[in-house]
């Protein structure tokens, strides 16, 4: 069974500092996609950055990365020089197949 | 750009009525998937669909909610007789599938379920 695990509930950063949320996941599948989606107050979620399992090298979008390890089946995301706008769920996703399993979820305060 | 688009945006209903959200999906994508959303939870796999027919489903999805595609572009979920525990934000996504699928989901707004 695949799974997906974000171990940290609530993070908080300080406004211009930088982040790391974390995600480990479990499955057997070679061939899949890794996400991150953010839930900001308004409801909808939508993507902030997408990794294949197949690329070794780490996604990048702007202030946000992603730390893959594939072995350790590790997918942290960092964001840096955070903004009071990056307060929100943001949720770990696994895609294998055309079926996309999500964690638990790690709320991020942003301090000005 | 194209979008989900999900109505109502909030329904009430008494328990053990049968409710109906809608869905439409983005027009070329090809698979279709309801979330549930218990408030402030995490986000729970409901059911995938494909090719008219479901592909795959959740411990969650059993015998009172049903999927159908009963036109070229609405997605429906129906609840047939509503518990209190199914009061939650359900969401619509669709995914392209193909030669350029990049995996990614495109989520709706939601519908918020509150059954009293």
């Known amino acids: 069974a695949q799974t997906v695990t974000q171990s940290q509930p609530e993070m908080s950063v300080q406004e211009a500092e930088t982040v790391t949320l974390s995600c480990t996941y479990d499955?057997?599948?070679?061939?899949?996609?890794l996400f991150w989606y953010k839930q900001p107050p308004s409801r909808q979620m939508i993507l902030v950055i997408r990794q294949e399992a197949y690329k070794q090298q780490n996604a990048t979008e702007n202030r946000f990365s992603v730390n893959f390890q594939k072995a350790a089946k590790s997918f942290s995301l960092k964001i840096s020089d955070s903004q009071l706008g990056d307060a929100a769920m943001y949720f770990c996703?696994?895609?294998?197949?055309?079926?996309?399993?999500f964690g638990a979820g790690t709320r991020l305060f942003v301090k000005a | 750009e194209p979008e989900v688009t999900q109505t109502p945006s909030h329904q009430v209903t008494q328990m053990g009525q049968e409710v109906i959200l809608r869905c439409v999906p983005i027009?070329?994508?090809?698979?279709f998937y309801w979330y549930r959303q218990i408030l402030g939870q995490k986000v729970e796999f409901l059911v995938s669909?494909?090719?008219?027919?479901?592909?795959?489903k959740s411990e969650i999805f059993d015998d009172q909610f049903s999927v159908e595609r009963p036109d070229g572009s609405n997605f429906t979920l129906k609840i047939r007789s509503t518990k209190l525990e199914d009061s939650a934000m359900y969401f619509c996504a669709s995914i392209l599938a193909g030669g350029t699928n990049t995996g990614e989901l495109f989520f709706g707004e939601g519908s918020r379920l509150t059954v009293l």
């Open positions: 027009s070329n994508h090809l698979y």
């Open positions: 499955t057997s599948e070679s061939d899949y996609y």
């Open positions: 996703g696994f895609t294998g197949g055309f079926k996309t399993i």
């Open positions: 669909f494909y090719n008219n027919e479901i592909s795959e």
